[in-house]
């Protein structure tokens, strides 16, 4: 506050935060003693009390000494940002005569740039802050234009627009601008505030004009406003790249001209942090950009990596883990420049700012900002605000860096329990595709499987698991595993299901959260025999068949509900298909999407279906391009399998008479259909079997009794009854007459078993057949 001005600054409470020496003559209180009391407890003596705004006008004042002292109080509103109220000024006058000089020296060497201006917005009266500020003496500006020499900008018209409304309404008004003084090197902010002035008998004689130097708190808020932009423009997405180009769009233009970001290559790939390096580094450029073209990016280009010299600004940046400022005249500065093949007049850099990216205590890489046409060079403030501004950013980075990571690793566990090369059979043709989902969700838990089965069979399993990323797959492995174990058992698809919902419900009961709850599958067999496809579904979407006379339409399933759900059984489906279907099975990724009507994106599904194909892989290809969605939210899985069947030239069947001498007869007649298949080499060992399996359903089963042989890529030996219990095979003593067939039967064969049915129960038996 100037020394020689009666005046004072308050806050919006009331307490005083500027004292001038003049208001120290007029009341007898120094500087020091003012400063942060209240201005009631100074000044008035008979002004209103309480919360009451004190008003311009005559008052009596209260020196310091006791005495009274009449004079004149002018107060006027100051405002901060967007108008908001920041306090008043107050100016004090004597009301005696004599003190009239005082009052015009305190308007002269007032702190503020004051000015009057007359009806034409000629200049009546400048102080000498006014006149310091136009750069000019206060003779030259009396009786000129305030609005020259300015130019015919945005801020010349608002300031002769806003002088001739104060004039017209005699209100007054503040507002801010941004400008430029002839005396000033940089723009500064002003806080302007106008009012009217009126002559000795209360006439309008001009207008009044008060400037505040208000550029720290308008930088301020510029700051405040970028890092506020900062907080939902960067990191909008997982992806390193794309967060760096988001800062390198903050930075450019509102703090730099040319802003670049590097990082260390092993944030880009998968792997860990490696151990501190040395002095200098190597840095791979992933984004910049410029303000104006032709800016230094071409030293250094987009994917590139480039080497930092211990003595450059991003090198001593990482070694120091602070924010590094360096200017054009420095030496390390301009060696740094020369050594890249270019100098910093040549490029008009004249400063420079590197802070470090780094993140829960690991350093990423670095931002660089660079100014070259912006006239300030970086200080303090702008290295604090840049080192805020990368903190953000860096969080982001490493967020997308372990996101990448950990899907890497689902994605490589995922593909290492999926089936990698399908086993050989011979009930369907299959084909397959696994898509990972692109969201920021990570890598989810779709699967399948196709599991061969005794006679022929063949399971086709899908299924969803709950969640995303490492957790899902590890899910899906457990389940996967459970189903391939029941599949083994040979249950029909509900009853696997069933299991399979026990498991899961089991293992809730243990405690804990369990991923499996709420996964999906479906379970689906198909006898190449029997043509028929048997269905269960556990809150799975239903399969879409394809007829070979090209209608294709949803098999029509009882979904059932999902795993871990209990309470509910699980229905199975079955149909009898034509040979040359296709069955395709998929989870709810390919069909279902936020914005995705299902119904239509099923018919979706079987137009895609019908369309004429080369082979199942080609259909498997156009079924993705044609129904999945354009940026997918989920794992899909697809799996497509074209029936075959076995003719009556691949089975025989015979039906065996509960009689102990049938026995022979029924060796006789397997041996009669091998030698018919040219088998000739493994009969005895058939005819081995077929007695032992059928001399066990004679004594031990239910009639009926039914014997199958079925030639496939291994010979299928196959004895039914009506019994539901299953035999189990024992080691027999030395002396025992029996309980030796079974355990002959497991070593003449490759693999033997049981499985229940409607009627009761078959034990099977497969022998590789002869190479040729």
């Not at 932009?229 to 450019?252: C, K, N, P, Q, Y």
């Not at 250094?300 to 602070?322: H, I, K, M, N």
């Not at 048997?534 to 209608?551: K, N, Q, R, S, Y």
Request: net charge negative; aromatic share 4%; proline share 7%.
């Amino acid at each position: 506050m100037d020394d020689a001005s009666a005046a004072m600054v308050v806050d919006a409470r009331g307490i005083v935060t500027g004292w001038s020496e003049g208001a120290r003559r007029l009341t007898g209180h120094p500087a020091e003693e003012a400063v942060g009391r209240a201005v009631r407890a100074l000044l008035a003596e008979d002004t209103p009390s309480g919360t009451a705004p004190l008003l311009s006008g005559p008052v009596t004042l209260r020196h310091r000494d006791g005495r009274s002292v009449p004079a004149r109080l002018t107060v006027r509103p100051l405002r901060g940002a967007r108008g908001a109220p920041a306090g008043h000024l107050i100016t004090a006058e004597p009301s005696d005569a004599a003190e009239t000089s005082l009052a015009a020296r305190a308007f002269q060497q007032a702190s503020l740039g004051i000015s009057v201006v007359g009806p034409d917005l000629r200049y009546l009266l400048v102080n000498d802050t006014a006149c310091r500020l136009l750069g000019e003496p206060q003779e030259s500006l009396v009786g000129r234009s305030c609005l020259e020499p300015m130019e015919d900008d945005e801020y010349t018209r608002g300031l002769a627009r806003h002088l001739r409304r104060v004039a017209e309404t005699g209100e007054s008004l503040h507002y801010e601008i941004y400008s430029q003084a002839p005396t000033q090197p940089h723009p500064h902010a002003w806080n302007m505030e106008m009012w009217p002035v009126a002559g000795p008998s209360g006439e309008s004689v001009g207008t009044a004009l008060a400037a505040f130097d208000s550029t720290e708190q308008h930088r301020a808020r510029r700051r405040l406003a970028l890092l506020n932009e900062a907080a939902t423009a960067i990191g909008t997405t997982l992806d390193v790249v794309r967060t760096a180009e988001e800062l390198v769009r903050v930075l450019v233009p509102a703090v730099s001209d040319f802003a670049a970001v590097d990082l260390l290559d092993w944030v880009l790939g998968a792997d860990e942090p490696p151990a501190r390096a040395g002095t200098g580094v190597v840095l791979r450029r992933v984004a910049h950009g410029s303000a104006t073209e032709g800016a230094p990016e071409a030293v250094v280009r987009l994917g590139q990596t480039d080497f930092y010299p211990p003595c450059s600004p991003p090198a001593r940046a990482l070694r120091e883990s602070r924010a590094v400022l360096a200017r054009a005249g420095e030496a390390d500065f301009d060696r740094w420049m020369a050594e890249r093949g270019a100098t910093a007049p040549a490029a008009r850099i004249h400063s420079l700012l590197a802070v470090p990216l780094r993140a829960r205590g690991t350093t990423l890489g670095v931002a660089v900002a660079v100014r070259n046409i912006h006239p300030e060079g970086y200080a303090d403030d702008d290295a604090a605000l840049a080192e805020e501004l990368a903190s953000r950013a860096a969080v982001c980075v490493d967020n997308a860096r372990r996101f990448a990571r950990e899907r890497t690793t689902a994605l490589t566990l995922q593909h290492s329990l999926l089936p990698k090369g399908l086993p050989g059979q011979a009930a369907v043709e299959v084909a397959h595709r696994y898509l990972p989902s692109a969201s920021a969700a990570g890598i989810g838990g779709d699967w399948f499987d196709v599991i061969p089965l005794a006679g022929s069979r063949v399971a086709l399993v899908v299924g969803d698991v709950v969640g995303h990323g490492i957790p899902s797959t590890a899910t899906m492995g457990r389940l996967c595993t459970a189903v391939r174990t029941l599949a083994d058992v040979d249950l029909p698809p509900d009853e696997l299901l069933t299991h399979l919902d026990d498991l899961v419900i089991h293992l809730a009961a243990e405690g804990g959260d369990v991923a499996e709850l709420g996964s999906t599958c479906l379970y689906a067999v198909y006898d190449p025999v029997s043509r028929r496809l048997t269905v269960a579904a556990a809150g799975h979407p239903a399969p879409a068949l394809l007829l070979p006379d090209g209608t294709c339409r949803l098999i029509r399933v009882n979904a059932g509900p999902p795993l871990g759900v209990g309470g509910l059984p699980f229905e199975a489906t079955e149909l009898q298909l034509p040979e040359g279907s296709v069955v395709a099975f998929y989870t709810d990724g390919l069909i279902e999407d936020r914005d995705r009507d299902i119904d239509r994106a099923t018919d979706e599904l079987c137009r895609a279906l019908a369309a004429p194909a080369d082979s199942l892989e080609s259909l498997c290809d156009g079924v993705l391009k044609d129904v999945l969605p354009q940026e997918p939210g989920d794992d899909v899985a697809l799996l497509l399998a074209r029936t075959r069947a076995l003719g009556a030239d691949q089975v025989a069947t015979r039906d065996v008479p509960p009689d102990p001498e049938e026995v022979a007869a029924a060796r006789q007649w397997a041996g009669e259909r091998l030698a018919a298949w040219g088998l000739d080499e493994i009969a005895f060992v058939t005819e081995l079997v077929v007695s032992e399996l059928v001399t066990n359903a004679i004594r031990y089963g239910v009639p009926p009794v039914q014997l199958r042989l079925i030639r496939d890529r291994t010979l299928i030996c196959e004895v039914a009854d009506a019994s539901s219990t299953s035999p189990h095979l024992r080691r027999a003593h030395a002396y025992d007459e029996g309980g030796r067939g079974l355990l002959l039967v497991a070593q003449l064969t490759q693999r033997w078993g049981s499985r229940q049915t409607d009627g009761g129960k078959t034990i099977w038996a497969e022998q590789p057949l002869p190479q040729p």
